[in-house]
């Protein structure tokens, strides 16, 4: 086999074979197919697409590349949840230790922040003396004890994605949807959950900014899954404003406690639910996402999501009376009000603009060697659709440093739309995927 022959198969529009998608991914692996080729077939595919039995194939060839992790020594359905990257979005959070409430064991492994997005194990870290380093041993025994346990990626999982998502980066085929799909779903099988809950979000703040681009890429995953042998189901979810009212680690963690306690934002509630829901269902706790819904509402009302979070945190060393007591957590030195320059309704707040904005105070990374400033962030005091009157603070920026501030500031400003009507109110669970169809509400 050639790899030429390969990407000119592609490029022609055929359906490649199995052997052949697992020749060029280990020809890639083992230096045998150098960067020019594989950035030849990458354009390919942008332009020609891929078949859902095609990007299942290529999925397990990257899944291949490196070590799979094994869940087996945890008993039940093991579910895992993953979003495609939000703004303030602290759901696992919240809906982690609501859902190990419910008896689902919650085997998370996360990652870290990059660019506007920000990552579950910054803000875990945040809560003074959390370890995100578990060994596997310690992992699994956690997850039988407790039903949950979160910690940073242990192992090498899909290598394959990593050096071709770096090759896709610097030639203009990231936005692929076989491509990120395949990205996504393997390192998430790699992961080892039995059953896994997308959160694919759409709007402003999000990688796929328009519900079409959002349920085909929902659609191609969902495919994988269930071509895989992983039952997988999609939420697309609105990231046209900010999740919640905070972005920003310790901002973030002290929003999920009092959204555990009960009084946490609708939407962020509303959101955990709908996920959450689905979760119980694939690891066959409830009938229904309905049922699966009041079932967590009820949890959350009695308090045990909370409970569950307070155990999380002891178990994995670090202070829980940070439950009771977030004056525990990082704090900025100083605040600063952003204020609205009219009267009228906020019509819009660009997501991905807020996220850059709690970047350059420090709460996000530019680069995978940045170091951030947990305590920095940003509070969003009035969200789309609320009236403002001029002089109104809208956002009060948590900083540590001036200069940032300043330009975080106009960003923040910058980032929010007025207007003299309220804005059409968009839903925040727009389209349900699963391996029966497509669901748009
Ligand atoms: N996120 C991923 O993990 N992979 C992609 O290709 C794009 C976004």
């Given at each position: 086999m050639r790899a030429y022959d390969v990407i000119l198969k592609k490029r022609m529009g055929r359906e490649l074979a199995k052997d052949e998608i697992e020749f060029l991914i280990d020809g890639y692996m083992s230096g045998d197919v150098p960067d020019y080729q594989m950035a030849a077939l990458a354009m390919a595919v942008f332009f020609q697409g891929m078949t859902a039995r095609e990007t299942s194939d290529l999925t397990m060839a990257i899944v291949r590349s490196g070590d799979q992790v094994d869940l087996s020594a945890i008993a039940g359905k093991k579910v895992d949840k993953h979003s495609t990257g939000g703004v303030g979005d602290k759901t696992t959070l919240v809906l982690g230790p609501l859902v190990a409430a419910a008896g689902v064991p919650v085997a998370k492994m996360s990652g870290r922040g990059l660019g506007h997005t920000g990552g579950t194990i910054d803000k875990l870290e945040s809560i003074p003396g959390f370890n995100?380093?578990?060994?596997?041993?310690?992992?699994?025994?956690?997850?039988?004890?407790?039903?949950?346990?979160?910690?940073?990626?242990?192992?090498?999982?899909?290598?394959?994605?990593?050096?071709?998502?770096?090759?896709?980066?610097?030639?203009?085929?990231?936005?692929?949807?076989?491509?990120?799909?395949?990205?996504?779903?393997?390192?998430?099988?790699?992961?080892?959950?039995?059953?896994?809950?997308?959160?694919?979000?759409?709007?402003?703040?999000?990688?796929?900014?328009?519900?079409?681009?959002?349920?085909?890429?929902?659609?191609?995953?969902?495919?994988?899954?269930?071509?895989?042998?992983?039952?997988?189901?999609?939420?697309?979810t609105d990231m046209d404003q900010p999740l919640g009212r905070t972005v920003g680690n310790a901002l973030e963690v002290r929003e999920a406690i009092e959204c555990l306690m009960g009084h946490g934002p609708e939407d962020l509630e509303n959101l955990c639910i709908a996920l959450g829901s689905q979760m119980v269902c694939l690891a066959e706790k409830a009938g229904s996402p309905e049922e699966a819904a009041e079932m967590l509402r009820g949890l959350l009302r009695a308090g045990k999501g909370l409970e569950k979070f307070r155990e999380l945190i002891e178990n994995q060393g670090g202070n829980p009376e940070c439950t009771r007591d977030p004056g525990i957590l990082p704090a900025a030195e100083e605040t600063v009000d952003i204020t609205a320059p009219s009267n009228g309704y906020v019509t819009g707040i660009d997501a991905e603009m807020v996220g850059v904005a709690a970047m350059t105070l420090g709460a996000g990374r530019e680069t995978k060697e940045s170091t951030i400033d947990l305590a920095v962030g940003i509070n969003l005091e009035k969200k789309t659709g609320n009236p403002v009157k001029k002089g109104d603070t809208i956002a009060i920026l948590h900083i540590n440093d001036r200069d940032r501030a300043v330009r975080a500031g106009e960003m923040v400003l910058k980032a929010y739309s007025f207007g003299p009507e309220p804005p059409e109110t968009r839903k925040l669970v727009m389209g349900t995927i699963t391996s029966e169809g497509v669901k748009i509400i």
């Open positions: 995100t380093s578990l060994d596997m041993g310690s992992f699994t025994d956690s997850v039988n004890r407790l039903k949950i346990a979160i910690g940073g990626q242990t192992g090498n999982l899909a290598p394959a994605d990593k050096k071709l998502y770096a090759l896709r980066d610097v030639t203009a085929t990231v936005d692929s949807i076989p491509l990120i799909a395949s990205s996504v779903m393997s390192k998430k099988i790699a992961a080892g959950a039995d059953a896994i809950v997308l959160d694919v979000k759409t709007g402003s703040g999000a990688f796929m900014k328009t519900l079409e681009d959002s349920t085909g890429l929902a659609r191609a995953m969902v495919d994988i899954g269930t071509l895989v042998g992983r039952r997988t189901v999609a939420l697309i």
